[in-house]
């Protein structure tokens, strides 16, 4: 089994920028493809992004795309997302998540992290 730790998490104004970062123990990521998910208060949790256990190949929910940048680092068993020019629909409860292999769906992810949450005041 792989536990996930996020962090980075905060308030911060619209137009700002944060960065989340998720450590792993317990297994090396370079096994899963990884992902963020956010989760705002009565609302299901929705894709963000995703990337491949390379960091060869990512892919982005149509409200994050140009804004949010998903990256890994295998060396040192870390997932992080960069996020810029931040919007108060953007606020949420943000997870790093890991599976098998690289997709959409929260379902299909096997290990979740306890989540870090993001305010974005306007």
């Known amino acids: 089994q792989v536990q996930l730790v996020e962090s980075g998490g905060g308030l911060v104004q619209a137009g700002g920028s944060l960065r989340l970062s998720c450590a792993a123990s317990?297994?090396?990521?370079?096994?899963?493809?990884m992902g963020w998910f956010r989760q705002a208060p009565g609302k299901e949790r929705e894709f963000v992004a995703a990337?491949?256990?390379?960091?060869?190949?990512?892919y982005y929910a149509d409200s994050v795309k140009g804004r949010f940048t998903i990256s890994r680092d295998n060396t040192k068993n870390t997932l992080a997302l960069q996020m810029n020019s931040l919007k108060p629909e953007d606020t949420a409860v943000y997870y790093c998540?890991?599976?098998?292999?690289?997709?959409?769906?929260?379902?299909?992810?096997?290990?979740w992290g306890q989540g870090t949450q993001v305010t974005v005041s306007s």
């Open positions: 998540a890991a599976d098998r292999s690289m997709g959409t769906n929260p379902y299909n992810y096997d290990y």
């Open positions: 990337i491949s256990r390379s960091g060869a190949s990512t």
């Open positions: 317990g297994r090396p990521i370079s096994s899963y493809a």
